[in-house]
């Protein structure tokens, strides 16, 4: 049965025509079956498929970025070194800028040293010290000669002239008298030049200096010379003191400085200064302590340790102060109780820049005191370094020594004919 439905229909349709069911059912149902059996299995193959490469290259990036790591860091290592010995060698070369700066600093040395060593001052001599020293005084005679003596007959006018510029120079009227009689007598009527006159006034300076030019000459059996150092504020007693006491020790002498201005500290000070300089030992007391009293312990000192010289320093103190007189008196009467003769030497030290004013100075001092020398300072700061010769000409007191500068070779012994000659600029 079932075999002849099946063939009857499959025949039965071809025969009769009944093409439209038969081929409406077949049709339908193969076209139905493809679409539904391929519809549903076709999307997840495309989509399995699709997954599977993407997933596989996003496992791979990290194997290569791992894999690229390793091969970096190996050269990234190797050019360091590569570079390291490259920089070596080429920062070698680029030291030669320091070597040339090197070479260069030598070069100024030998330039420099030139300047400072050609000043010879060892060389220079005391005549020519002098010379500059009294420059300033020299200047103003020998100019005022100069413009009275130009072509110029020695009559009454030009020796009027003449004493007058003597005078202007601090020579004193006495000095200036002197040398214009003197040239009247030789020349008088006639024409004269500016050098005759220079050398006739340095011959009269000279004339009048030459006896009381003495340097202090100690007596060193005494054990000790006592010199007492005076003089007013200002004058330089103790840097006077420090040169001169320098001077003695540089001949083998054992010298002691008093400190007896005990007013000022300063001055204490100042001498200790110069006891160091001059290796001398330096008696003091505080400030305010009796002058004469120190003075009496440092005579008892001194002559238990039998030095050879002592000098005292004392107080700066206006001529005109009776009472500041009167201790130095006291102090010389307290200095006999231990050595009746002491103090063998009192040396008065003048400011030259005080012109005439040191004639009073000298007077007082030599009626208190008993002034036996005079030491001249200052003169290579003044204009009136003439007052020396007129000192001499009216007190006749010697003249142990001259200053012309702060160092210590610059306080000498004095002499006459250095001084004259240096005075009117021969």
């Known amino acids: 049965m079932a075999q002849k439905g099946f063939f009857s229909r499959l025949w039965g349709r071809k025969g009769q025509g009944e093409a439209p069911p038969p081929s409406e059912a077949p049709v339908e149902e193969k076209a139905a079956e493809p679409s539904v059996e391929r519809a549903p299995v076709e999307p997840p193959i495309e989509v399995v498929t699709a997954e599977l490469p993407l997933e596989i290259p996003t496992a791979e990036p990290p194997i290569e970025v791992v894999t690229a790591e390793p091969p970096l860091e190996i050269p990234t290592a190797e050019p360091p070194i590569e570079v390291v010995t490259a920089e070596l060698p080429l920062e070698i070369p680029t030291a030669e800028p320091p070597l040339e700066i090197v070479t260069a600093k030598p070069s100024p040395p030998p330039i420099s040293p030139p300047p400072e060593s050609p000043p010879p001052e060892p060389p220079q001599s005391w005549f020519a010290r002098m010379r500059q020293g009294l420059l300033k005084s020299s200047s103003r005679l020998t100019r005022g000669i100069s ?23 601090d020579l004193g009227v006495a000095t200036a008298a002197r040398v214009t009689k003197r040239l009247a007598a030789a020349r008088f009527g006639q024409d004269v030049e500016e050098m005759e006159i220079r050398a006739a006034l340095a011959e009269e300076v000279i004339a009048i200096l030459a006896p009381v030019a003495r340097p202090l000459a100690p007596d060193f059996t005494r054990k000790p010379h006592v010199v007492l150092v005076v003089g007013v504020n200002g004058s330089g007693k103790t840097t006077t003191i420090g040169k001169m006491a320098k001077f003695y020790r540089d001949q083998g002498r ?48 001194t002559r238990a340790r039998g030095d050879d010289l002592v000098f005292i320093d004392t107080a700066g103190r206006l001529q005109n102060k009776t009472h500041l007189m009167a201790e130095l008196e006291k102090i010389v009467r307290v200095m006999r109780k231990q050595d009746e003769t002491a103090p063998h030497d009192v040396l008065l030290v003048l400011d030259a820049t005080v012109g005439q004013n040191a004639h009073s100075q000298v007077e007082i001092f030599r009626e208190m005191i008993g002034v036996t020398g005079l030491i001249l300072t200052k003169l290579d700061g003044t204009a009136r370094g003439g007052v020396l010769v007129a000192l ?28 004259a000659r240096s005075l009117v600029g021969l």
Not at 147 to 169: G, V, Y
């Open 254 to 301: 054992q010298v002691t400085l008093v400190a007896g201005d005990t007013f000022r500290a300063a001055a204490v000070e100042q001498l200790k200064i110069w006891g160091d300089r001059a290796g001398c030992p330096v008696i003091a007391r505080d400030t305010g302590a009796d002058a004469a009293g120190l003075v009496f312990d440092a005579l008892v000192e």
């Open 147 to 169: 413009d009275l003596f130009t072509k110029r007959k020695l009559d009454e006018e030009a020796l009027e002239d003449l004493q007058d510029l003597l005078i202007s120079a």
């Open 392 to 419: 001499a000409e009216k007190f006749q007191l010697p003249v142990h020594a001259i200053g012309v500068g702060e160092k210590t070779e610059d306080l000498r012994p004095f002499d006459a004919e250095v001084f």
